[in-house]
Each structure stands twice: as C-alpha cells, then as structure tokens.
C-alpha cells in the first residue's frame, strides 16, 4: 500500500481505532494528527529529522535519579505550565500553582515548627513563614508542607556531593494552620545548561536564568494538592524566567534585618538576616471540580 499525505495520517490514526485504552486512543491520535501536520508546516528534512532523534537520545541519556532533562525540556517548552494549567483549575483566592521543577526529593528531613532545614548550606538566613488556609481563610491544622530549595551558590542539595539534605524538609501546620521554618535566603540561578536542554536554550537566544524561589508542596485530607513556588521580589528575572513560572501573586517580599533584631519567632540572629511571610491558601477537591 502506498500511503502519502493525508492517507499516511489518516492510517496511522486508525491504527489506535481498537485500542482497549480511550483515553490512549485520544491522546495517540491527537498526538499523531499534530505532529505530522508540525512536519509538514515546517517542511521537516531528513537531516533535522535524525538531529531531533539524537537530541532526544542524548536528553534520555543524560537524565539521572537527581536529573531529570526530559522535564527540564518540558519546562523551557512552557509544557510543564500548560499542563499545571490544565491540570489545576483554581476557584478566587486559592493560591496559585507553578512547575513542579526537576529537583523534589521523596523522603525529606522531618523539622519541628521553627525548625533549620538549611542543615549548613551556604547563604543569610532566612526565616519562611505563614499560614495554610482554605478559601474561607481557615486555618488547616496538620497540613503537610513540604519545601526545597537552591543555595546562595544557585544550586540545589542534589546537584552537589553532601553528607546529608539541605535546604530541603517537611513540616505540619499547627492549630491555627502556622508553619515556619529557617533556611537561606534563596537566588536567581541558572538551570542545568550543560546538556541538551542548554543546546536547544543557546541555540534560540534564550537564558537558562530562573528568579529566586522556594519550592512548596502542600497537601491535608480533602483538598487539592498544591504545588507552587514564591518568588522574590524585586528579582530581575521575574519577566524573564526560563520555565515560564512566575505568576504575579507568588511574589513575595523578603525584608533584610539587621544582626541582632529579634526575628518574628524570638530568635535573635548575630548576623543580618531575611524574613518572608507568605499564606498559602488551598481549595477542597470539591472547589476543584
């Protein structure tokens, strides 16, 4: 059979017609309708063809436990916040979600409210705290909170040789749905550049440039799970992230103290150092539907 053209497509789209799967029949042939009228659009030659293939390859192979570069290709691609999009409808109020990033760690260190996660990373300290409320601005006693972030160095626990985490654990919320924590004062940094993804960012005029953040992930009995970052104010690269994950309402602003001033939680720090409060705000599953 010599199939061409719209006859090529349309074959290989039949070809999922008896799959067990309907969902696997959506999917595939939407993916095949797109990706060869992508071909056709841009007129795909041979040579781009295998180059594609062997970018895929070295993207798969370079990808590690610690390292995941499909994601990271996915994040650059703006797939990872279409899907967040998709995948997290929000009703008013709700704090917003953004990319999950390649660098989450099952299996956390433990820290008691007020407790130090940066375990020794380099950078001024920084006192993260705040509340988990529902949309009626309830407190969520017992949520679990999980956190994780780069270091003054722009680098996260993972991509170094450590004894043990840093700048990375979970918490629970206490009655009135409190959580807080120390760690470091988090920066603007590069993602991983030195693989395939970077090629495809050089190769389109791009910056590998994410603004500072902490990584949080969210979640108690009956609501929808929240994955999101809060950002730094004032970061130049606000407008300019890599991912494409800032949202405006996930901007938070870190205040500089002075050594010697006591923090919000009654320490009192012999070095300067930062505090953000930031409320992190969930909707039931039920808000989600």
Aim: hydrophobic share 35%; net charge negative; charged share 20%.
């Amino acid at each position: 059979m010599d199939l061409q053209g719209d006859d090529l497509t349309g074959a290989v789209v039949a070809s999922f017609d008896h799959s067990t799967d309907p969902r696997t029949k959506t999917v595939m042939s939407a993916l095949v309708r797109h990706l060869h009228a992508f071909a056709r659009e841009v007129n795909l030659t041979e040579d781009e063809y295998f180059t594609a293939i062997d970018f895929l390859t070295r993207t798969g192979q370079i990808s590690t436990d610690t390292r995941q570069e499909f994601v990271l290709l996915a994040d650059v691609l703006g797939l990872s916040m279409l899907t967040v999009g998709l995948g997290n409808p929000k009703p008013p109020g709700a704090t917003e979600s953004t990319v999950f990033g390649p660098f989450f760690v099952e299996g956390s260190p433990e820290v008691p409210q007020g407790g130090d996660i940066a375990n020794g990373a380099p950078g001024q300290p920084c006192l993260v705290s705040g509340r988990v409320l529902n949309t009626n601005g309830e407190p969520i006693p017992a949520a679990l909170v999980e956190t994780w972030q780069a270091d003054e160095e722009g680098f996260y626990d993972v991509q170094k040789e450590l004894d043990g985490p840093q700048n990375r654990g979970h918490l629970t919320t206490d009655a009135d749905g409190n959580y807080a924590f120390w760690a470091v004062k988090p920066v603007a940094y590069p993602i991983p550049d030195d693989g395939p993804v970077g090629e495809l960012l050089r190769a389109g005029g791009r910056g590998p440039m994410r603004p500072a953040h902490i990584h949080f992930m969210v979640t108690a009995p009956g609501y929808a799970r929240l994955i999101t970052h809060v950002f730094a104010a004032g970061d130049e690269y606000l407008a300019n992230d890599a991912v494409f994950g800032v949202k405006d309402s996930l901007i938070a602003d870190f205040t500089e103290k002075p050594a010697g001033t006591p923090a919000p939680d009654g320490k009192t720090p012999d070095q300067p150092y930062y505090t953000v409060h930031y409320d992190l705000v969930l909707a039931t599953t039920e808000e989600t539907q």
